[in-house]
Nanobody
Framework: QVQLVESGGGLVQPGGSLRLSCAAS????????MGWYRQTPGKERELVAS???????DYADSVKGRFTISRDNAENTVYLQMNNLKPEDTAVYYC???????????????WGKGTLVTVSS
């Protein structure tokens, strides 16, 4: 079992910045990919950014050049630095991870509860 605890959401004006954090905790797992998804009412959850254990990253086209994902493998924590925020970035942001259990070598995924980011003047 893996728990993901997110922090850092809130209200920010257009053009502002926020930093999201997500700490993963669990036993008998290898945490591989960590990432952030977002969802607005009536829309499907979409990938914002992801990062592998080795540091390879992937970004949605809409956030390239504005958002930066990073992780601390020692602390099992992933960060999302969001700059030049736009009203269309308003959403609930969910932390996500893909792990492998070291007991049965099974691939599993987990989600955080979500943190609301509101970009508005």
């Amino acid at each position: 079992q893996v728990q993901l605890v997110e922090s850092g959401g809130g209200l920010v004006q257009p053009g502002g910045s926020l930093r999201l954090s997500c700490a993963a905790s669990g036993s008998s797992v290898i945490i591989n990919v960590m990432g952030w998804y977002r969802q607005t009412p009536g829309k499907e959850r979409e990938l914002v950014a992801s990062i592998t254990r080795g540091g390879s990253t992937d970004y949605a086209d809409s956030v390239k050049g504005r958002f930066t994902i990073s992780r601390d493998n020692a602390e099992n924590t992933v960060y999302l630095q969001m700059n030049n925020l736009k009203p269309e970035d308003t959403a609930v942001y969910y932390c996500h991870t893909r792990v492998v259990t070291t007991t049965t070598w099974t691939n599993m995924q987990y989600w955080g509860k979500g943190t609301l980011v509101t970009v508005s003047s």
